[in-house]
């Protein structure tokens, strides 16, 4: 994981006040995880609709909690072949500010190999936290800072009902940032 490049002096705020925010209040129930599970059992078993049906129920489910308007959602076979302007775009999602729409892909654009489930419920966790910063925290644009990368842990790891890890991160080359696995990993 790695950072967007530094601000444009216009958004520095903003993108400062993204950076910090290191934590995410996370529902005390285990719905999110119940409903991860079902997902995980339409990804295995399922039809594409079953995948949207329960990825959709996370998302209700995750809205309702963070007191945020619904976001749409829409499960595709594979990753298409224009991804739009204006959307943050991953490899396996994407977000649109404008119609509140999150797509996710269920396989790669090169192999066609079928995403893993974590890989599938990480993408689904971060596409959610652009809406978030949206809806919640009223930024004007959704920056993949540190904060936005250690939120979405958080989701994730909750959702998923593995223990968080403490994130390492270290300076690259443009004043990025990028997350130091092996000390992440060793936890110190
Ligand atoms: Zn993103």
């Known amino acids: 994981m790695l950072t967007d490049s530094p601000p444009r002096k216009a958004n520095r705020a903003g993108v400062l006040e993204s950076d910090r925010i290191r934590t995410l209040d996370l529902p005390q129930d285990g719905g999110l995880l119940a409903i991860a599970q079902s997902v995980e059992s339409a990804m295995k078993a399922g039809t594409t609709a079953d995948v949207r049906r329960a990825c959709f129920d996370f998302l209700e489910a995750a809205s309702q909690f963070y007191k945020v308007p619904d976001c749409g959602i829409r499960v595709l076979a594979a990753r298409p072949l224009r991804v ?10 994407d977000y649109s500010p404008e119609t509140m729409m999150i797509r996710v892909w269920m396989r790669t654009a090169v192999r066609k190999e079928i995403t893993s489930f974590g890989t599938f419920l990480s993408t689904l966790c971060h596409e959610f936290s652009h809406h978030l910063d949206y809806q919640k925290f009223g930024f ?6 540190r904060g936005f990368h250690e939120r979405t842990a958080a989701l994730y790891h909750h959702a998923r009902g593995t223990p968080p890890k403490r994130l390492f991160w270290v300076h690259v080359a443009g004043g990025r940032w990028r997350i130091d696995w092996p000390r992440t990993n060793r936890g110190a």
């Open 140 to 145: 004007h644009d959704s920056w993949h800072t």
């Open 84 to 93: 739009r302007e204006h959307w943050t775009s991953e490899l396996f999602g």
